[in-house]
């Protein structure tokens, strides 16, 4: 190995722990202004709780193994709701790829179901589908799966034309484009709406257990809420972040690997 080549190895590492040690500092000061901040009466520890009460608790319902139910429950419909919104939202969008007709007509209620708050749509769904996890999950699906095949219906028609037209020239017909040069080439961006649509989900899950549900962190932040336990929603929220840092990371695996095996 060429000394270049080591002193530029070293210098990516140096700034590698140099970055890491700055996070995790701005990490740790947050927590000690906080915890002071609240021992020393700056900030309401009703309103606030702290730290420390917060990490008791989590303690507590880790012993009791309550936490990992509500984990459990938030993992399932969130995993489902995801994996139904991405496949649900590229079916579409492989459809209206293959029908341009149908495309240009429904390209109107796409754009305003984008718009829309999916919010809204909760009430109905619960009226439909009743108070259980289908509701939940419908959250989910009506956040994710507009913006899934809306991207990747975008990066379908920016496919190369010249590409396209030279499989035409071969008598190549629409199906056999789709596959063998539309896919392909649309393959970051159907891989970026796995980034998007895994918090989509998440977010799709969350509103669905606020508005109902029995279990779940959504449920335990409403509940904590209604109870005015701060120091419940705080680390229920706190267990969300880590949560959707897990799911963001697997996501970056699946990324790497269909990468690696589809391209």
């Not at 722990?17 to 927590?31: P, R, S």
């Not at 257990?209 to 929220?237: K, N, P, R, T």
Request: proline share 3%; hydrophobic share 55%; aromatic share 10%.
């Amino acid at each position: 190995m060429s000394d270049g080549l080591l002193l530029y190895k070293k210098k990516v590492m140096r700034e590698r722990l140099l970055k890491f040690t700055l996070q995790a500092l701005l990490l740790v000061l947050f927590l000690v202004f906080w915890e002071l901040g609240v021992a020393k009466g700056y900030l309401s520890g009703f309103i606030f709780s702290s730290p420390s009460k917060i990490a008791q608790l989590i303690v507590k319902m880790t012993k009791s193994g309550e936490l990992f139910w509500h984990i459990w429950v938030t993992t399932y419909e969130t995993v489902l709701g995801f994996t139904l919104g991405t496949l649900l939202g590229v079916l579409i969008a492989v459809i209206l790829w293959l029908l341009p007709f149908l495309s240009q007509v429904l390209d109107p209620y796409l754009v305003v179901l984008n718009s829309m708050p999916k919010v809204a749509l909760g009430p109905i769904f619960i009226v439909w589908l009743g108070s259980g996890t289908t509701a939940i999950i419908s959250m989910a699906l009506a956040i994710s799966v507009i913006v899934t095949v809306m991207m990747v219906h975008t990066a379908f028609k920016e496919t190369d034309a010249d590409k396209i037209k030279l499989m035409q020239s071969f008598g190549a017909k629409r199906n056999q484009i789709l596959k063998k040069v539309v896919l392909p080439s649309s393959l970051p961006a159907i891989v970026g709406a796995l980034k998007v649509n895994v918090g989509l989900s998440l977010v799709g899950i969350i509103v669905g257990e606020f508005l109902v549900s029995q279990a779940g962190l959504g449920f335990l932040i409403v509940y904590g809420g209604q109870v005015f336990q701060l120091s419940l929603v705080m680390a229920s929220i706190i267990v969300l972040c880590l949560l959707s840092a897990v799911f963001y990371v697997l996501v970056a695996l699946l990324e790497r690997f269909l990468i690696q095996n589809l391209r």
